[in-house]
Each structure stands twice: as C-alpha cells, then as structure tokens.
C-alpha cells in the first residue's frame, strides 16, 4: 500500500481537499456562483427549483433558509434534524430535508451537504442526482475516504452524501468514526442536513455533541401544534441545541 492510501486508510471520510487529488476546496461566503446562465448547470437549477413543490410550500422553504443564513453565526456548523410531529406527515421527512437543501445552496452563499436523503419522491431523487446507497456502518468499518461516498452535483454548492444510516442500530462502537465524520463535515460545509429517521436516539447524541446547533423541521404541512411541541421537547431533553425550526408550516424561532 502506497504511503498516501495507508494515510487515507488511517483517516475515514478523511477532506477530500487534503485526499483527494482534483478535488477544488469549499466556496466561501460571498464567493460568486460559477453557475453559467444558459448551460447545463443552470437547467439543473431549474429542474431543482421545481422540486420545492407547490409555490406556497417552496416560499416556506425560501423563507426558511434565509431565515437560517441570517441568523445562524458566523463559523458555526448547522445539523438539520427533520422529525415527524405524527404519522400525518404531508410529505417524507427526507423530502423535507431534500428541499430544504435546494432552498439553503440556491442562496449561494455557503456549502452544504445533505446526508442519506432516503427519499420517497423517484422524480426528486432523479432531480438531484441521488444515486445508490449502502451503509453507514459499513462504510465506517471499511475505511473509506470521505471523499468516495459524496456526489458533487451538477447543482453549485449542493452536495449529498449518499449512504444510508439503515444498518445503525447503535451509538457504541461507531461513534469515534461519526464524531471523525462529523468534524471533516463542520471543515467543509456550513450546512450539514439529515433526517432523524430510525436512528433517532444516535442521531441526536451526535448532534448535541458534535453540532453547533440543530433546526427541526415538523410536519410542514401539519396543523398538530401539541404534537410538535412533544417532538421539540424530546430532543431538548436528549440534548439537542434547538434553535428554530419549521413546526406545522411556520417558522419557529427559539
């Protein structure tokens, strides 16, 4: 093994700008779009833009994330929490998180990643460009470069991390590699976006560790305000720094 694999071997999802050959460093804020009007990255945006929904439904994305790149401070590190209210739900959370994702990069002004968009919609994951998913924990175990497992879409800005958290039943035993994991994301991205999913509990542990903060969004088309409430209450008592959230539709700041 080369001196650079066994480095690459030795760090999981180590940056891909210190890997990964090729590979451009993060845009900063305020950095203009390389985006050119008329070619195929910009047919791309439009076709994502489409994918926010209903024009009420997206403004409240639209809204929300500049709601987000207002508030959240300079340097810090976002995790998106998305958790179902109910079982009601309107849309799948990771649709949720997805769109979310498209409204934050459409602003142009940071990076931002979204992970295992496990998402129920076939015309939004061809959209974005979310391929094949295996697991986490695997991943983990395998050693792999951060910089294997994430697809830098056509979509300046947008990123997604395609593997899946289904096989993660447990914090203990991968939690050093997610804490790794975690770090290299808070380097590169200002956004990180995931959905809570059957990982729940580890989820939020490595949120209230290793995040400067979580936004939940809950049931955007949901009027079960109780219910809600319920949900932001158990992820401050897991620990979770909740700071605002989309909660039946409305932004909610805390």
């Known amino acids: 093994m080369s001196s650079s694999l066994a480095a690459q071997a030795a760090e999981p999802f180590a940056d891909p700008t210190q890997t990964a050959a090729g590979v451009d460093p993060p845009r900063r804020r305020g950095e203009p779009s390389p985006i050119v009007p008329g070619g195929v990255e910009s047919e791309f945006v439009r076709k994502a833009a489409r994918s926010l929904g209903e024009p009420g439904l997206a403004q409240k ?4 994330a500049a709601y987000i790149t207002k508030n959240f401070p300079d340097g810090a590190s976002l995790g998106l929490i998305g958790i179902a209210a109910n079982s009601q739900s309107h849309l799948a959370l990771s649709d949720v998180v997805a769109r979310l994702g498209i409204a934050l990069a459409s602003r142009g002004d940071a990076e931002t990643l979204i992970i295992d968009a496990n998402l129920t919609s076939a015309s939004l994951t ?5 391929g094949p998913r295996g697991g986490l924990t695997e991943a983990l175990n ?10 830098k879409l056509a979509f300046d800005g947008l990123s997604v991390m395609t593997i899946g958290r289904g096989v993660l039943t447990s914090f203990e035993g991968v939690e050093s590699g997610l804490a790794s994991l975690m770090e290299t994301m808070r380097r590169r991205y200002r ?3 995931f959905d809570l999913g059957a990982a729940a509990d580890t989820m939020t542990r490595l949120a209230s560790h290793v995040l400067d903060g979580v936004y939940v969004g809950i049931d955007m088309q949901s009027t079960d305000k109780l219910a809600a409430a319920v949900s932001v209450e158990e992820l401050k008592t897991a620990g979770a ?3 605002g959230g989309i909660i039946c539709g409305q932004p909610d700041a805390r």
């Open 61 to 64: 994305y639209v809204q929300f």
């Open 126 to 130: 061809e959209r974005i460009g979310i």
């Open 142 to 151: 395998l050693g792999k470069t951060y910089h294997e497992h994430v697809t």
């Open 191 to 193: 956004y990180v976006l």
């Open 241 to 243: 720094k909740v700071l």
